[in-house]
């Protein structure tokens, strides 16, 4: 038999306080559950334009060379974006072709992803939008 503090021979009654902390974790934790997986759906987003913004500039310093073709400019692109784990991207060029580029003129890269393809949660947050980067670089 258990002993009570104060000595009155009854055992004392369990808390109710115990109930209230089994209603307040029902209605918190959903909410936790929700705030961390936004995010990391966030998280997720900012490193695909990252990457996205990464190939972008590679695809562009290796178009502005002299000697360069559109098949350099895209396997370098697409190098960075298969690394990282992107999916679902498109990439384009200004001029289509660089090796019609004269030293000082611009050549810009563009690629776009959907959120869709690279979601953690398939685009619960982002559904339906695409994010899209762009680098300029000056030919040599």
Same mark, same amino acid.
Request: charged share 15%.
């Given at each position: 038999?258990? %002993?009570?503090?104060?000595?009155?021979?009854?055992?004392?009654?369990? $808390?109710? +306080? &115990?109930?209230?902390?089994?209603?307040?974790?029902?209605? @918190?934790?959903?909410?936790?559950?929700? #705030?961390? #997986?936004?995010?990391?759906?966030? @998280?997720?987003? !900012?490193?695909?334009?990252? %990457? !996205?913004?990464?190939?972008?500039?590679?695809?562009?310093?290796?178009?502005?060379?002299?000697? &360069? %073709?559109?098949?350099?400019?895209?396997?370098? @692109?697409?190098?960075?974006?298969?690394? +990282? =784990?992107?999916?679902?991207?498109?990439?384009?060029? $200004?001029? $289509?072709?660089?090796?019609?580029?004269?030293?000082?003129?611009?050549?810009?890269?563009?690629?776009?992803?959907?959120?869709? =393809?690279?979601?953690?949660?398939? =685009?619960?947050?982002?559904?339906?939008?695409? #994010?899209? +980067?762009? $680098?300029?670089?000056?030919?040599?």
């Amino acid at each position: 038999m258990k %002993s009570n503090p104060r000595g009155n021979g009854k055992t004392p009654r369990p $808390s109710r +306080r &115990s109930g209230v902390a089994v209603v307040e974790l029902a209605v @918190c934790l959903p909410l936790l559950v929700l #705030i961390v #997986i936004a995010t990391m759906e966030a @998280c997720t987003m !900012l490193f695909v334009a990252q %990457s !996205l913004k990464v190939a972008t500039y590679e695809g562009a310093r290796v178009g502005i060379v002299p000697t &360069s %073709s559109v098949g350099n400019v895209v396997f370098q @692109c697409e190098s960075v974006l298969n690394d +990282r =784990g992107i999916k679902d991207y498109t990439i384009s060029l $200004s001029p $289509s072709n660089p090796e019609s580029l004269s030293a000082g003129d611009y050549f810009e890269v563009t690629v776009s992803a959907g959120y869709d =393809g690279n979601s953690l949660v398939n =685009g619960w947050m982002y559904s339906g939008k695409t #994010i899209t +980067r762009t $680098s300029a670089l000056r030919a040599e």
